[in-house]
T-cell receptor
Framework: AQTVTQSQPEMSVQEAETVTLSCTYD???????LFWYKQPPSRQMILVIR??????QNATENRFSVNFQKAAKSFSLKISDSQLGDAAMYFC??????????????FGKGMKLTVNP | DGGITQSPKYLFRKEGQNVTLSCEQN?????MYWYRQDPGQGLRLIYY???????QKGDIAEGYSVSREKKESFPLTVTSAQKNPTAFYLC?????????????FGPGTRLTVL
């Protein structure tokens, strides 16, 4: 079974600075997808960014980028120019690319990000 | 506006009672999901449905039941057999269960057992 680990339960960052959230995962599969979801105080899950395992290029979405290290099974999220609205719980998630496993997102326990003005 | 609605936002239940959580989507998605979130935990899959009149158990299906009679609707019933039902419940949908497809989430229902 796949597992996702977020070892830092909380982090804080000053507004306008950069912060990196770490995530590691365990799988024996070669093809999969990785996601970062944001859960603000409203508690609605919002997709931040996704990475296909077969792509070597790291995904980028505006101020959000990932550092995907497939051999190390590491998937960190970098938030640049942090804004107050970035304050939220962040969840790393894994999804198998294989039929019979792709229906499920496997989530880490989450990390609370605080942005200080 | 297209999206997913869940109702009610807060739900209180007495022990021994069944309760049904509503999930509706107007995104024309085939696949729908139910997740449970506990404090300090990530989301865990309860049930999912790939198409109308079909659904499959997830990792923690015991004590829960679902139906999928319409494409738009995927209600979750928390039965009295669920030992610890107090949690936050999130419904999601996607075009299909293909791994690339984004799962869109509803706003959630907070269930408390009194």
């Amino acid at each position: 079974a796949q597992t996702v680990t977020q070892s830092q339960p909380e982090m804080s960052v000053q507004e306008a600075e950069t912060v990196t959230l770490s995530c590691t995962y365990d799988t024996s599969e070669s093809d999969y997808y990785l996601f970062w979801y944001k859960q603000p105080p409203s508690r609605q899950m919002i997709l931040v960014i996704r990475q296909e395992a077969y792509k070597q290029q790291n995904a980028t979405e505006n101020r959000f980028s990932v550092n995907f290290q497939k051999a190390a099974k590491s998937f960190s999220l970098k938030i640049s120019d942090s804004q107050l609205g970035d304050a939220a719980m962040y969840f790393c998630a894994y999804r198998s690319a294989f039929k019979g496993g792709s229906e499920k997102l496997v989530f880490g326990k989450g990390m609370k990000l605080t942005v200080n003005p | 506006d297209g999206g997913i609605t869940q109702s009610p936002k807060y739900l209180f239940r007495k022990e021994g009672q069944n309760v049904t959580l509503s999930c509706e989507q107007n995104l024309n998605h085939d696949a729908m999901y139910w997740y449970r979130q506990d404090p300090g935990q990530g989301l865990r899959l309860i049930y999912y449905s790939q198409i109308v009149n079909d659904f499959q158990k997830g990792d923690i299906a015991e004590g829960y039941s679902v139906s999928r009679e319409k494409k738009e609707s995927f209600p979750l019933t928390v039965t009295s057999a669920q030992k610890n039902p107090t949690a936050f419940y999130l419904c999601a949908s996607s075009i299909d269960t293909g791994a690339y497809n984004e799962q869109f989430f509803g706003p959630g229902t907070r269930l408390t057992v009194l």
